[in-house]
């Protein structure tokens, strides 16, 4: 991380000077400050690493509709010390599934840098910038100057992309305009759906060529971005432009620029899926080659008994939690700084210090039931898991003494469950490895009933499900928290598979090299291949047989796959999907009861409010006002 402190130190001055500045904003403060920012190589290093400076920002899930109206997550609305999450502000992105979104002061605002937004219309223009007088400095080796513009072009691509995926079609900002620019000029227009996605991968094409594969010096450059998360990348934004909301959506078909040119494709086009996946092969060829491989468990000193199934579990957590491993294609510089709201207190250490653990990041029941039985399958398809009675309770076995506390009563659904679901949901009775305690014949348990996981009135989670997934083992709250910190994992090997099987369905339907991307990624979790888990164990033995059918196995296999990790939120809406998931009220135990049979008592939390419209995020009204050559974003 060391060349991103630089940064702060070096541009910093910079970036103040135009923080207050509103989109396009063509009189900028810093001009007088550019040659010197450009002088030598290192001073025109300082200024590209402030050109990463909001790509780092997006490691914060706080900031992530991917992750904050997913619907994986909520985040207690009646809570006695609102600013719990980072300061007043900080849940923000929640309340977008709450019906708050608004134009007059959006939530999640990227185009202008507000309500947990960023900037990015500020990070491109410094990308052009960059761009502009990169061929400044006289001591800056030519093979250098070739990876610098190859890291703005892909900086500049990704911001763009950002944007597309929030707001549609969008102006494209190619150039930093002077500062004589006209008023008019500079009053960009948005450009159609497809020329944005098409100007993306222009830039990322262009910048493959002279990113280096891999990072050779990782202490001083881990971080920076390399042709294989170019090219992963490139597969992602193919496959956003191929999904149904993007690629002849009939809802935005009506949409016009000012100029009465159509802003969306109007008919479908197939062909999209096969670029995107001819991408995804490209991406998953050039990790593998360059050593990208799935997570394997690496034990530490300490471990008093850990079981196969605790280690299974505990290797299912590292692909995320144990930073840089072979599996993460893509990992962003900062760390997850929630990990205190993600867990459950299991401890007495713990509970004596109130600032130790907030636990209000809740997992609905319905994220909890996404994953499937034992067996492969969802759980209302298994015709051997007793689905009618899975609110009722029973008491931990010997069969689950590595996922249950034994005689421990919890709900009927927590058994027979498939081993992600207890390495990513920390649950009433589950037993939680770690924490200071390594013995899992002896484990710390979650006691959300009446013991240190119970419920408080300020710092609670309001389910009675945790994502377990985000807190690796080794972290001990108490009163001197020992936290083991990760940098955030942006895309993982996994994710590459899933959206590359993706793809070959949509292109040609069911297939034996389709199955075996789903397999790749269920053999790790210990579950059957897809065929033969839905000839053995389903009620619709023959749903993977059709293109249709197969397609829901993928989504929910990418849902249950990259739980937690910021992806949803962006697959439910790229696939039109996520005003489904959240149609109905989202529930939980009754967190609020120190009995059993209080707490066992389905309960509403909230109704989500999501629309049509909230596909896409809108504009605020000030930009509208300052240049009525922009469109607003549809139904907005």
């Not at 500079?186 to 280096?212: E, H, M, T």
């Amino acid at each position: 991380m060391r060349f991103f402190k630089r940064t702060l130190l070096v541009v910093l001055p910079v970036i103040l000077s135009v923080s207050c500045k509103k989109y396009l904003d063509v009189t900028p403060d810093n001009v007088a400050t550019l040659n010197s920012s450009f002088a030598n190589a290192n001073e025109t290093q300082a200024y590209l690493f402030g050109c990463y400076s909001n790509m780092q920002g997006l490691a914060d899930v706080r900031r992530n509709a991917g992750f904050t109206s997913s619907g994986e997550v909520i985040f207690p609305i009646d809570l006695l010390d609102k600013n719990t999450l980072g300061g007043a502000g900080g849940d923000n992105g929640f309340n977008v599934m709450r019906g708050l979104q608004n134009s007059p002061n959006p939530i999640l605002n990227f185009w202008d840098g507000y309500n947990m937004g960023l900037n990015l219309w500020q990070s491109i223009r410094m990308c052009n910038t960059f761009l502009d007088n990169v061929d400044q400095p006289l001591d800056l080796p030519q093979f250098q100057r070739n990876r610098w513009v190859a890291e703005a072009k892909f900086l500049k691509a990704y911001y763009h992309y950002w944007l597309i995926r929030m707001y549609g079609p969008i102006p494209l900002s190619d150039v930093a305009l002077p500062v004589n620019t006209p008023t008019e000029e500079a009053r960009l227009k948005q450009q159609s759906v497809d020329s944005c996605f098409g100007y993306v991968v222009s830039l990322l094409d262009q910048a493959i060529p002279d990113l280096p594969d891999v990072i050779q010096n990782a202490g001083a450059e881990a971080g920076r971005i390399t042709s294989v998360i170019a090219k992963a990348v490139k597969a992602e934004v193919l496959a956003t432009q191929a999904s149904p909301l993007f690629n002849g959506n009939p809802d935005y078909a009506a949409i016009k620029g000012k100029e009465g040119q159509s802003l969306f494709p109007v008919a479908y086009d197939a062909s999209k899926w096969q670029r995107a996946a001819t991408a995804c092969k490209e991406a998953i060829d050039a990790a593998v080659a360059t050593g990208a491989a799935i997570y394997q468990f690496r034990a530490s000193g300490g471990i008093v008994h850990m079981s196969d199934s605790t280690k299974q579990l505990v290797t299912l957590q590292g692909a995320v939690t144990d930073p840089w491993n072979t599996e993460q294609v893509w990992t962003l510089n900062p760390q997850f700084g929630w990990q205190y709201m993600a867990s459950p207190r299991v401890t007495a250490d713990a509970a004596s210090n109130g600032f130790a653990v907030y636990s209000n990041f809740s997992v609905p029941m319905a994220q909890s039931e996404l994953f499937y039985t034992q067996n492969g399958v969802p759980i209302n398809e298994d015709r051997t898991w007793d689905y009618a009675n899975r609110y009722k309770t029973q008491a931990g076995d010997d069969a689950h003494k590595y996922y249950i506390r034994k005689g421990y009563v919890t709900a009927r659904g927590n058994f027979y469950r498939e081993a992600r679901y207890y390495a990513d949901v920390a649950f009433d009775g589950s037993l939680w490895f770690g924490s200071a305690n390594t013995d899992d014949n002896n484990a710390n348990y979650v006691n959300a009933v009446n013991g240190f996981a119970a419920y408080t009135p300020t710092r609670y989670n309001v389910t009675g499900y945790w994502p377990k997934k985000l807190v690796p083992w080794q972290t001990a709250f108490g009163q001197t928290t020992v936290q083991t910190n990760y940098s955030w994992p942006f895309m993982r090997l996994p994710a590459l598979w899933l959206l590359y099987a993706e793809c070959l369905n949509e292109v040609s339907g069911p297939g034996t090299e389709v199955y075996s991307y789903i397999d790749k990624v269920r053999e790790r979790a210990g579950l059957p291949g897809v065929v033969q888990a839905w000839s053995n164990f389903s009620r619709n033995p023959g749903k993977y047989g059709s293109k249709e059918g197969l397609r829901a196995i993928i989504h929910q296999e990418r849902r249950i796959e990259l739980a937690f990790e910021g992806q949803a939120g962006w697959d439910l809406r790229r696939w039109k999907e996520l005003q489904a998931v959240l149609n109905g009220p989202f529930q939980g135990w009754n967190a609020k009861q120190r009995t059993v049979q209080g707490f066992y008592q389905l309960t509403n939390v909230y109704q989500p409010v999501f629309g049509l419209r909230d596909y896409l995020f809108p504009i605020q009204d000030y930009d509208m006002l300052t240049n009525p050559n922009l469109v607003q974003t549809p139904y907005w």
